[in-house]
Each structure stands twice: as structure tokens, then as C-alpha cells.
């Protein structure tokens, strides 16, 4: 997985293996943080995706 903005943009980051779930896209997440940014001021607040 990968962190796609803020101050650690790019560092990626792994799951514990034993922990049975399949990351979202980095596609995926770009476009829900891009409706949510226009719609919302996120400026301001601190979000882990």
C-alpha cells in the first residue's frame, strides 16, 4: 500500500501478513479523496486513509 498525499506521500506502507484484507487501489483512493476535497475542506484536518 501506498500513501498518496500529505507530508508522507509515497512511503508505502505493509499490512501484517496475517491480516486477511486486499488494499484499496491507489486509483481508487485518489478519486474518493478528489470528491471528498472538492465537496469538503480537508485542509485543516489530519486523515489515515
Known amino acids: 500500500m501506498r500513501i498518496i498525499s500529505g507530508s508522507h506521500k509515497s512511503r508505502k506502507i505493509s ?5 486477511p484484507v486486499r488494499p484499496t487501489t491507489d486509483m481508487a483512493k485518489e478519486a474518493l ?17
Open 15 to 19: 499490512p501484517p501478513k496475517n491480516l
Open 33 to 49: 479523496f478528489n470528491i471528498l476535497d472538492n465537496n469538503f475542506n480537508l485542509d485543516e484536518i489530519v486523515v489515515l486513509d
